[in-house]
């Protein structure tokens, strides 16, 4: 796949494990997004990433770590999570932060907390 | 915050009929409304945006209109196909690229 990729696309585990999420952009942007979808809710944002620094948290409870590397790679660290926090986690990326512009989702990962 | 609301949550038409969805924003500030169209197992993909400079839009058989007085805009397809059924999810962002998103509709279109 071109665009925005992520990996793994599903993945299962137990509230004690630790695990990361990757998302790689090709397309030469500068923002990056996690969103978490649950059945039934708006997609919700969570961090936002702007040329590898984070500006947005959006209360998200610190089980969830977000690293941002350089402007290709972000990442999700989770860790002790609970089983409400299964759920779809999409990754975005946009041109830029500034303006209004198009942001381009990977596929997500599919993630089941035991 | 900006507070998206959007309805109906499903939507059935018969293939050919038109289908509407509508959304609601709070925060009198916000100046770029896409939609996004999330086939099942798929990721949501931008179909078509409106600036708050403009009134319609109009891509081939989708348009999306906004009434900024009101507050709310709408997308409108026409002559609907079978490939349109998917999630639709309509977004508020205000000055910058920080997306507040409906809770979606779920569009099936009937042979």
């Known amino acids: 796949e071109t665009g925005v990729t992520q990996t793994p696309r599903h993945l299962v585990m137990g509230m004690t494990n630790k695990k990361s999420l990757k998302c790689e952009q090709h397309l030469g942007h500068n923002a990056m997004y996690w969103y978490k979808q649950s059945a039934k809710k708006p997609l919700e944002l969570m961090f936002v990433?702007?040329?590898?620094?984070?500006?947005e948290n959006n209360s998200v409870p610190s089980r969830f770590s977000p690293e941002c590397p350089n402007s290709s790679h972000l990442f999700l660290h989770l860790h002790t999570l609970q089983p409400e926090d299964s759920a779809l986690y999409l990754c975005?990326?946009?041109?830029?932060?500034?303006?209004?512009?198009?942001?381009?989702f990977g596929p997500g990962t599919r993630l089941t907390v035991l | 915050g900006e507070n998206v609301e959007q309805h109906p949550s499903t939507l059935s038409v018969q293939e050919g009929d038109s289908a509407v969805i509508k959304c609601t924003y709070s925060?009198?500030?916000?100046?770029?409304f896409p939609w996004y169209k999330q086939e099942l197992g798929k990721r949501p993909q931008l179909i078509i945006d409106?600036?708050?400079?403009?009134g319609e839009k109009k891509d081939q058989r989708i348009a999306v209109t906004l009434n900024k007085t009101a507050k709310h805009f709408s997308l409108h397809i026409t002559e609907t196909q079978p490939e349109d059924s998917a999630v639709y999810f309509c977004a508020a962002s205000i000055k910058i690229n920080k997306f507040y998103f409906g809770s979606g509709t779920k569009l099936n279109v009937k042979p």
């Open positions: 990433y702007s040329l590898e620094e984070r500006v």
């Open positions: 409106i600036r708050s400079n403009v």
């Open positions: 925060d009198s500030a916000s100046n770029y």
């Open positions: 975005a990326s946009s041109q830029s932060l500034l303006g209004n512009n198009e942001q381009f």
